[in-house]
């Protein structure tokens, strides 16, 4: 079955923290995606990757960034976490021009 | 500036009943149009997608209507049970474009 994995189920970071979301491929799948899940907005796109080494921004970049050095690993990073990235974050994977995203579990993670 | 608007946010239907979201886009370019499944705790799963070359699509209970000129889609879900009770995306993407767009979400309960 394939899979996509993130690293953490439930996160509590510190206001100010750098903060790390990994997620991890088996389908061997050129494009990989961070998404946050906020009440009423639905999925907003945060950046996303379609090579090692190649990034995009998506909607909602601002206070983040992002890691692809191997093609199944995609890094989410919080450069000094705040209070209003309280989120869900999903991690997403495609095959070129395949279309369907599969969805890892998602990270709660908790700015105090 | 959402480029897919879902409604209603939220929907409450009896065991046995239909079960009718809708979703509306701007962007011609859009050529792929899923549905996604999201259970408490998961990550969205996707449930059934349409192509624009064809006005419906029909997965068991799960029926998905669009209409091209109208830049409008719907999930109909008949005989809906309390297991279909979840959240549910709409989205939409295009070839030349990896990322999708999602909307805001449908809370759906079925009562028994």
């Known amino acids: 079955d394939v899979k996509v994995t993130q690293s953490s189920r439930y996160l509590v970071k510190r206001t100010g923290e750098k903060v790390f979301l990994e997620c991890v491929q088996d389908m061997d799948h050129e494009n990989m995606f961070w998404y946050r899940q906020d009440p009423g907005l639905g999925l907003r796109l945060i950046y996303f990757?379609?090579?090692?080494?190649?990034?995009e921004k998506g909607d909602i970049p601002e206070g983040y960034s992002v890691s692809r050095e191997k093609k199944e690993r995609f890094s989410l990073i919080l450069e000094s976490a705040s209070t209003n990235q309280t989120s869900m974050y999903l991690c997403a994977s495609m095959g070129h021009h395949n279309y369907g995203y599969t969805f890892g579990s998602g990270t709660r993670l908790t700015v105090v | 500036q959402q480029q897919v608007k879902q409604s209603p946010q939220s929907l409450i239907v009896q065991k046995g009943g239909i079960s009718i979201i809708n979703c509306a886009y701007e962007n011609t370019a859009f050529d792929y149009f899923p549905w996604y499944q999201q259970f408490p705790g998961k990550g969205p799963a996707l449930l059934i997608a349409?192509?624009?070359?064809?006005s419906e699509k029909k997965e068991g209970r799960f029926t998905i209507s669009f209409n091209k000129s109208a830049k409008q889609f719907s999930l109909h879900i008949m005989d809906s049970q309390p297991g279909d009770s979840a959240t549910y995306f709409c989205a939409a993407s295009s070839y030349n474009n990896n990322d999708m767009r999602f909307g805001a979400g449908t809370r759906l309960t079925v009562k028994p």
């Open positions: 990757s379609y090579d090692v080494k190649m990034k």
């Open positions: 349409i192509r624009p070359d064809v």
